[in-house]
């Protein structure tokens, strides 16, 4: 069973900084893209970045904002969010997708207050 877990989040008013982690297994690390998705109340699902071994993806209105990296060392990838709006308010999930698997983290709330 792969597992991934997350870390960070939390309450943070417009125009700050939180940071996420999310620690999953080698198997996991080595051969899966990873990413970051959020889901707003009444919101579907909506991806704001991944990346691979060498590219990164943003969603346009992440863009210049918020950083994915990952490292590998520690079978860890992280989110930077800087410049928070109220609406980034949202559950961020954690995403680690296969060829054949995907597996979610337990989700963790961001609220940005105005």
């Known amino acids: 069973q792969v597992q991934l877990v997350e870390s960070g989040g939390g309450l943070v008013q417009l125009g700050g900084s939180l940071r996420f982690s999310c620690a999953g297994s080698e198997r996991v690390f080595s051969s899966y893209a990873m990413g970051w998705y959020r889901q707003a109340p009444g919101k579907q699902r909506e991806l704001v970045a991944t990346?691979?071994?060498?590219?990164?993806n943003y969603a346009d209105f992440v863009k210049g904002r918020f950083t994915i990296s990952r490292d590998n060392t520690k079978n860890t990838v992280y989110l930077q969010m800087n410049s928070l709006k109220p609406e980034d308010t949202a559950v961020y999930y954690c995403?680690?997708?296969?060829?054949?698997?995907?597996?979610w983290g337990q989700g963790t709330q961001v609220t940005v207050t105005s």
């Open positions: 990346i691979t071994s060498g590219t990164t």
């Open positions: 995403n680690a997708a296969g060829s054949i698997y995907t597996y």
